[in-house]
């Protein structure tokens, strides 16, 4: 399984764009890079998934490059509500199983 | 909007005891996971299951462990004789796997075991 490094920690303000970066420099063919956030004493909730180049939903865009060894997660005008801890996770859906492994996440605070 | 329902939110039991903690996936998922957290730590995987069997289990998931879909609905996990660091917040999740484009896991809110 690919590792992922990512910022611990992030500070923002209320209405700037975040971008939180995740490196996955081992990440396989057949690997897909997702992106799930967790508030405390919740359940980790799916943000945006993709393969390659530039993926956007309502709530984030993700900007993966040509070498896939990166990615960006983009949050457009945060809120207070996005205080979270974002995490980065590579592997291969097709699998049977699917296991997510999670690291320790990017843990952003969103200032008033 | 579907959504995973996990019961009890929080269960307290003594040391040895055993416990079963209930999810209710989405109903047309196919796969289905347990995760855990302790307190201040990471999401850990426990086990995937697909096709009524174990897909994945970690090395957490040893014999005092075991999860079951009795009927069509319900998916749970049993931890036969509890210990102290079992205490933590279990989380049930599933999915469609892939069916719907993303292979997105829905997790449910997840029940703190505390163990005493």
């Known amino acids: 399984l690919a590792k992922t490094t990512q910022p611990i920690s992030m500070d923002s303000y209320e209405g700037q764009e975040v971008n939180i970066t995740c490196s996955h420099n081992?990440?396989?063919?057949?690997?897909?890079i997702t992106w799930y956030q967790q508030f405390p004493s919740q359940g980790p909730r799916f943000i945006i998934q993709?393969?390659?180049t530039k993926v956007t939903n309502e709530v984030a865009s993700l900007f993966i490059p040509a070498d896939r060894k990166s990615s960006t997660l983009s949050l457009p005008r945060v809120s207070l509500s996005d205080t979270a801890v974002y995490y980065c996770l590579v592997g291969a859906p097709m699998d049977s199983s699917y296991k997510l492994i999670f690291g320790s996440g990017t843990r952003l605070l969103v200032r008033p | 909007e579907p959504e995973v329902t996990q019961t009890p939110s929080h269960q307290v039991t003594q040391m040895g005891q055993e416990v079963i903690l209930r999810c209710v996936p989405i109903?047309?998922?196919?796969?289905f996971y347990w995760y855990r957290q302790i307190l201040g730590q990471k999401v850990e995987f426990l086990v995937s299951?697909?096709?009524?069997?174990?897909?994945?289990k970690s090395e957490i998931f040893d014999d005092q462990f075991s999860v079951e879909r009795p009927d069509g609905s319900n998916f749970t996990l049993k931890i036969r004789s509890t210990k102290l660091e079992d205490s933590a917040m279990y989380f049930c999740a599933s999915s469609l796997g892939g069916r719907d484009g993303t292979y997105e896991q829905y997790f449910g809110p997840g029940t703190r075991l505390t163990v005493t």
């Open positions: 109903s047309n998922h196919l796969y």
């Open positions: 299951f697909y096709n009524n069997e174990i897909s994945e």
């Open positions: 081992n990440i396989a063919t057949n690997d897909y």
């Open positions: 993709g393969y390659k």
